[in-house]
């Protein structure tokens, strides 16, 4: 019964399964790690998985099934993914700086998250083929799973084309935290603070950029071992461009610093990513 109200406020994603045009991706909103991922393509497929978890839940007494997991994300499954000469999906991750009553820039060192086995778009329960969460992989990933994402050029992406996909990502950031800044309900800056989040997205076969999700509890871990001077030069970006606005607000040039570009102000609009 609970699912079926859930599918009435879904007509879109019913239509579509019912008529086989799209894929679907279920996530458990509060799990991480890609250990709840299913994807689908079928109602009876979703309906199947969901009441999995509910007896999974109902048997373990400390928990850990679908009556503790309460809430689901659902997104479009995308079609045709940038593969490259790897031929393993993979995503984008960018950490972004929310800084003070807010000031967001965007980290140009991202990094690309690979699949731990080449794609296979007809072999959904294959999550190896399918997710890119290289936490899911080990503690530390190794060089071929996580790779810098200016370096997708060796692996056959033209500069001009990543270029263009690092100006959308800057888009999507700064209109995330435009809607965001206008609702403080749900979202406050604070004066004096900084938080880093770790943006997620997805390229398409035309370079198109997705946003999968934020994290707001970014796992730095992700890098691995031979990636650890770009995590930390993360966190010297961090302090010249929070402590310093902080400290030294009347003197910081904000194009000092090429790391992270200002994708967003609340006191300087044309100071936002084109």
């Not at 399964?17 to 979703?46: C, E, P, Q």
């Not at 796992?219 to 402590?243: E, M, P, V, W, Y």
Request: glycine share 6%.
């Amino acid at each position: 019964r609970l699912l079926d109200e859930a599918l009435n406020d879904l007509p879109e994603m019913v239509e579509s399964l019912r008529a086989g045009t799209a894929t679907w991706v279920l996530k458990g909103s509060l799990v991480d790690r890609a250990s709840d991922m299913l994807i689908f393509n079928s109602i009876d497929r979703l309906q199947s998985h969901l009441r999995k978890k509910w007896d999974d839940g109902a048997e373990d007494d400390e928990g850990g099934g679908l009556a503790e997991v309460r809430e689901w994300v659902v997104q479009r499954y995308i079609d045709a993914p940038l593969l490259l000469d790897t031929g393993r999906k993979f995503h984008v991750r960018a950490y972004v700086l929310a800084v003070g009553d807010l000031e967001v820039y965007v980290y140009r060192p991202m990094l690309a998250l690979f699949a731990k086995e080449s794609y296979s778009r007809e072999e959904i329960g294959n999550l190896a083929s399918h997710t890119t969460n290289t936490c899911s992989q080990g503690d530390s990933p190794d060089a071929t799973s996580v790779q810098l994402f200016w370096d997708l050029e060796k692996r056959g992406a033209p500069q001009d084309r990543l270029e263009d996909a690092y100006g959308q990502i800057k888009a999507i950031v700064a209109e995330t935290f435009t809607a965001l800044s206008s609702e403080p309900t749900v979202f406050q800056a604070r004066r004096n603070l900084f938080e880093i989040f770790g943006f997620d997205f997805m390229l398409d076969s035309s370079y198109r950029v997705w946003l999968l999700e934020a994290n707001s509890f970014p796992d730095f871990k992700q890098s691995g071992d031979h990636l650890t001077n770009t995590i930390l030069d993360l966190f010297d970006c961090t302090i010249s461009r929070a402590l310093d606005a902080v400290l030294f607000r009347d003197t910081i040039d904000d194009d000092d610093d090429e790391r992270a570009a200002l994708v967003f102000s609340v006191t300087s609009s044309d100071k936002s990513a084109g």
